[in-house]
């Protein structure tokens, strides 16, 4: 606060007066010790002192926030029965949960996969499912991503993974392919990037000297899918913490979360 005073004097009184917004006990506050006593001592004279407050401008009021960016959400699998409730379609499985437990529709078929869009909590999401075969996953994703204009780091694939224990999850803010036909054609279909999130599913290692690519068409046995259920249950929780408040906060729900004991 900044006081400008103007001094005018009269011969009447000994008193000094402050004509302002405050009092005059404030004014001596504001007015030099010194001042107002060598003033105050000559008599026969009246000092007003006139005095003009100016003050820092109001603050503006806070711009609002910018609505959040969507989601896209890709399970990867293979289309028809025959895939249904296989080890390679792990990630189908994935976007069933969140479909079902977000009331999200996926009825309607776009871009070369089964699509659906709504909301987790605020934030819009799509989800998919590429019906291209798993080789071929980057036809569809790629496709979805240009349209939508989809910044990568929001862009979330959701497969399985022979190296990760059964029923492990591991969420990862980039990396390689790994080996995964499913992952190597979105790669290719995004200009090489890999910088994108992935949830991976772990299914475990094929028994003794059978081939993998026998192994990730098998079903589950009933244990198996017990222990499966509840990994997709984390799972689901750990895409809306993702979505809802970063990556940091979901790996470490990822880390920390316990397997089911059967």
Known sequence: MKVACAISSTASSAAVLCRCLFSSSAAKTLIPTSYWRSN???SGSLYQIACSMTTSPAPQPEKP???????????????GKRYAGTRHSVGF???DTIADAEGISMGSVSFKAQFGKGFIGDVPVMLAKPQTFMNASG????AIVSYYKIPLKQVL?????LDLPFAKLRLLPKG???????MRSIMKHLKGSRDFPRLRIGIGRPPGKMDPASFVLRAFNPQEREELDFTLQNGLETVRILVLEGFDKSATF?????????
Do not use: R, Y
Request: charged share 15%; glycine share 16%.
């Open 93 to 95: 499985e994935m976007i």
């Open 65 to 79: 926030k910018p609505p959040p960016q969507p989601w896209l959400i890709v399970g990867l699998g293979n289309p």
């Open 157 to 161: 694939v959701v497969f399985d993974d």
């Open 254 to 262: 990822v880390n920390s979360a316990k397997p089911l004991t059967v």
């Open 139 to 142: 036809e569809s994703v790629g």
């Open 40 to 42: 105050t001592a000559a």
């Open 176 to 182: 390689g392919h790994g080996g995964h036909n499913g």
